[in-house]
């Protein structure tokens, strides 16, 4: 299988605007990102795709790889999509750009859901962790993931789900992890297909794949990534730096 890892890279986030052009120990913090998952030797390549010149530049005046967006897109799949449909690749890998210290373990373990797939069942895999404090399980931030008896994603939700009415029913609650990894036929499928009202209704693109009927391996892992969504964020990641 020809595998790669493709960074999707919006300058404008919500939340910490330029966030992926601040700093880091010397580096933006999306070269630290692009840098990490090259380091991994897990990929074929890796590939920056962004809607910004800003970032495109900043990867390719440093030797890596980009790809600018030619539409606005509404999601990171849809980015995605567009970017890979040309390439001659069987799995792609949706490294998140403001996670700097990726590491080879948990993309790894969503890599093997595709390994241990012969007869091609999976569409695409990602990560889950249980999940057990009142505050997290609540906490619509976190989005919560059930699975039937294989691991395969039955729902995601910001809400609690399973709701608790039997509190002594032994039920384990996972939080999901946002690693993706994807058949390319399943991302191009993506791309081509409406919104539906449960993504948006909960805002999360992944219910688009079930919706129509796509299989999600979930794989669970105690991995818990360390994103930058904040300034105080990237004052944690300096320090972490300084510490490595």
């Known amino acids: 299988m020809k595998i790669i890892a493709v960074i999707p890279a919006r300058y404008a986030s919500t939340r910490f605007p330029a966030k992926l052009m601040q700093d880091l120990g010397g580096k933006t913090v999306i070269l630290r990102t692009y840098e990490a998952a090259v380091a991994t030797k897990l990929f074929d390549d890796v590939f920056v795709v962004t809607d910004s010149d800003l970032i495109f530049n900043e990867i390719v005046a440093k030797g890596g790889k980009a ?62 962790r249980e999940i057990t404090d009142e505050a997290e399980i609540n906490n619509p931030n976190n989005v919560k993931v059930v699975v039937d008896q294989s691991n395969f994603a ?43 009202s449960l993504e948006a209704s909960e805002k999360l693109e992944q219910l688009r794949y079930l919706e129509f009927g796509k299989r999600i391996k979930m794989v669970e892992t105690t991995h818990v990534g360390i994103g930058i969504d904040t300034a105080e964020d990237l004052e944690k990641a300096r320090a972490i730096l300084k510490d490595i």
């Open 67 to 128: 790809i600018m967006s030619i539409k606005e897109h509404e999601s990171g799949s849809d980015r995605i999509a567009e970017a890979i449909a040309n390439l001659d690749v069987d799995i792609v890998v949706n490294v998140q750009g403001d996670e700097p210290f990726t590491e080879a373990g948990p993309l790894e373990q969503v890599l093997a859901a595709f390994k241990n797939d012969p007869d091609q069942k999976v569409d695409l895999a990602s990560l889950m």
């Open 154 to 196: 039955l729902y995601f939700s910001r809400s609690v789900i399973p709701y608790p009415r039997d509190k002594d029913a032994g039920v384990r609650y996972f939080q999901h992890i946002g690693i993706y990894a994807f058949r390319k036929q399943a991302l191009l499928d993506f791309y081509s297909l409406p919104m539906k």
